[in-house]
């Protein structure tokens, strides 16, 4: 069993390759809300929050009630559409997982998801039982607040210093430092490297496979190799 026992993973754009699909839902509910269209980083930089916090975060202005169910509705209408058939998993996901997980890795999901969006992808994978605890932004409180991921330490009953935060926005590494955890930056989902590298990650890579060369390094302690980063 290594010293570092949990992994915790993002699940959009660190797992699954879904960014494409948030961005054009979240244009067309601004479209069928008669709402300005956002360029495509300005919709990338509110991915890993919460679908509330994200549309406050795009639409400061937006305070009518209705208009807002109105728009979440659209967005969820057509990020389902989008989903019968699920996102793809990025490359070397599910192998690198099932190896941590033979390696004697516990392996969590915090995710800016609801519930019933996170379970819905999970079982479109065949995913239902595969992670030991997850959570979501409309069960806990969103990122960058780090309670989802002190709620997920409980359920292990593991301190901070035994667990990982992997993800790819600044959101996920906030939440990490937040909770006192070691965080990894993912380069290939909603934020380049150049951007995350700015929140301080212990590791930056390209490729999902680079974890897992990294780990089998040996045990990494929290003042190591903060801004590191591989390939």
Known sequence: MPDRQLLVFDWDGTLVDSIARIVESMRVAASECALP????????????LGLPEAIRALYPGLEDPQQVARFRQVYSDHYIQLESSPSPLFEGV??????????????????????RGLDRVLAGHGWEDFFDVTRCADETASKPDPRMLREILEHCALAPEQALMVGDSPFDL????????????????????????????HLAIQRFAELECWL????????????????
């Open 94 to 115: 599910r192998e690198s997982l099932l190896v941590f997980r033979e390696q004697g890795y516990r392996l969590a999901v915090a995710t800016g998801k609801s519930r």
């Open 37 to 48: 269209q956002l360029g495509e980083m300005t919709i990338r930089g509110i991915i890993g």
């Open 216 to 231: 089998a390094q040996g045990n990494h302690s929290m003042d190591e190799g903060a801004g590191h980063a591989v390939g």
């Open 174 to 201: 906030q939440m990490a430092h937040n909770a006192g955890m070691m965080a990894v930056a993912v380069g290939y989902g909603a934020q380049p490297l150049e951007v995350l590298q700015g929140y301080r990650p």
